[in-house]
């Protein structure tokens, strides 16, 4: 029965998509139910790859009459499991093939994309036209898309200065559950042309932009957005500062965060941390502890300068010093390609979320206590804790262990569960959720925030038809 549906669907979505862009063949079947994380999801009967909003906007019409479930994905680089179905028979939209850049507007400073393009793509675009973005992407945006990015709250390169993915938009298009299209920001005048239109996010009516942000495809499906530009900057400084001490090494970061100092400031707070990224700084300088690395980016070298200058009188007055600019330079110019190396300790049992700058020395602290409860280091297990600035003044907290012993991935679970409890427990809160934060979001979800959600919910989805599950939603 489910294969004659599946037939008749497929032949259906091949009218207008092209064979070529629906499947059904079991490995492909496969490889959607899985992300980039440890978690396992359920089968899809079919995936589709749309090339535009009004392809996307039938099939969820189609999705709609015959009551199937829709998951869109973008990359499938997520690493909470926020991508893979949670019920069987689900039809999955894949958007990689919408990369169109649909307008570059010099003149308020925006750049319109389709939103399967990756972040790597439109920073090499946009820099042959003398751009960047403001946030440049995920530390995974080889692969991931604008669209998942924006869907999964992400966090990464350029967010102190610039804070996250979702800091950064001007307005979306979005295609809703019942198919009809909608355009958020400035753009909700009824006319054409729509794009040179879209220049404010906040005007006229409510913020409608940001329902849609970070709702992990839950409320609708985004095929455009709009995004903040910048000229590409002329001085870029970079500066290493190392500290014995990982709470005085904490005040200045917040210092230098709280006064938007920097482009990038991105910690690593242990010795374990700077032995499997800088490992060389160990054996030059005594008693270093942790590492602060700071980017600057200013419209002149002189003002760049000037900032680095003002940073690093910053770390002398808690106790730190200039160690060099390997793995500031390191980490800003290899960008997406720098943290994939440390696939090599293992798979990912990652707990990214974000916290007040102050409460790292207690997470460092109880996390030490966690890795010695277990004998991670004993057992074969490495681990990485960073911190990246966001934003006006908090941080994205990164502690991963990796999987160095398969046999013994029991162990590693056990460890990685009491670590988000703990993290939650000292005032951290995820942003991307999916498998890996849901039970420990919901569990202290206030009744009236998830209560209205499950309402919104309902009035645009009342069949639950995209991505059923998520946030049990
Ligand atoms: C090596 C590596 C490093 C990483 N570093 C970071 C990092 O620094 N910061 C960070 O935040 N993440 C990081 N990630 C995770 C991941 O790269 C990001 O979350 C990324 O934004 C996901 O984009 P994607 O296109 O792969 O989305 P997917 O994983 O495909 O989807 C993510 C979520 O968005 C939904 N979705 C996707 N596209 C759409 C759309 N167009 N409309 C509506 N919903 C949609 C999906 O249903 C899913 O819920 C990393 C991953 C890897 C593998």
Not at 48 to 71: D, G, L
Not at 245 to 254: D, P, R, S, Y
Not at 319 to 343: D, P, R, T
Not at 354 to 363: A, E, K, Q, W, Y
Request: proline residues 4%; contains cysteine; negative net charge.
């Amino acid at each position: 029965m489910v294969l004659e549906i599946n037939k008749e669907l497929s032949s259906e979505l091949s009218s207008f998509l092209g064979s070529e862009n629906v499947s059904s063949e079991k490995f492909i079947l496969i490889s959607y139910s899985e992300d980039a994380s440890p978690f396992e999801g359920n089968l899809p009967q079919i995936v589709v790859r749309p090339e535009t909003t009004e392809h996307i906007s039938k099939i969820m019409k189609i999705a709609t009459e015959k009551q199937i479930p829709v998951v869109p994905v973008g990359g499938r680089s997520s690493i909470s499991g926020s991508t893979i179905p949670r019920v069987d028979n689900a039809l999955m939209i894949d958007i990689t093939k919408m990369t169109k850049i649909l307008e570059l507007n010099e003149d308020i400073m925006t750049v319109t994309v389709q939103t399967g393009i990756t972040w790597s793509e439109l920073i090499h675009l946009l820099k042959e036209k003398g751009y960047k973005l403001g946030f440049r992407g995920p530390y995974g945006g080889n692969a991931g898309t604008v669209g998942g990015s924006l869907s999964a709250n992400s966090i990464g390169c350029g967010a102190s200065a610039n804070g996250g993915a979702c800091d950064n938009v001007i307005g979306l298009e979005v295609v809703l559950p019942n198919g009809e299209i909608i355009k958020t920001g400035s753009n909700w005048k009824n006319k054409e042309p729509i794009m040179r239109e879209n220049f404010a996010r906040y005007c006229t009516f409510n913020d409608l932009t940001g329902l849609f942000l970070g709702d992990h495809g839950t409320l609708g499906i985004k095929t455009a957005a709009t995004l903040k530009i910048f000229p590409v900057p002329k001085g870029v400084a970079y500066a290493d500062f190392g500290f014995s001490n990982l709470e005085q090494a904490t005040k200045a970061f917040h210092e230098i965060q709280s006064n938007h100092l920097v482009e990038e400031a991105v910690m690593l707070g242990d010795t374990n941390s700077i032995d499997l990224l800088a490992s060389s700084y160990r054996s030059t300088f005594k008693n270093l502890d942790c590492i602060l690395a700071v980017i600057i980016e200013e419209v002149d070298e002189e003002i760049a300068k000037i900032k680095r200058e003002y940073c690093e009188k910053i770390v002398r007055k808690y106790g730190g010093k200039s160690i060099g600019m390997f793995l500031s330079k390191a980490h800003w110019l290899n960008m997406f390609n720098l943290v994939q190396s440390l696939f090599e300790e293992g798979f990912w049992y990652n707990t990214c979320h974000i916290r007040p700058i102050s409460t790292l020395p207690i997470l460092v602290e109880k996390f030490h206590a966690l890795a010695n409860k277990y004998q991670l280091k004993e057992n074969g297990f490495n681990w990485i804790i960073s911190a990246l600035g966001v934003d006006h003044c908090f941080t994205s907290g990164w502690i991963t262990i990796f999987l160095g012993d398969k046999n013994k991935k029991d162990l590693v679970y056990k460890a990685w569960e009491e670590l988000r409890e703990i993290e939650m427990e000292l005032g951290g809160v995820p942003y991307w959720t999916g498998k890996l934060w849901e039970p420990y979001a919901l569990d202290r979800v206030n009744p009236s925030f998830i209560g209205l959600l499950k309402k919104l919910k309902k009035a645009l989805d009342p069949k639950n038809l995209l991505h059923p599950m998520v946030f049990e939603l």
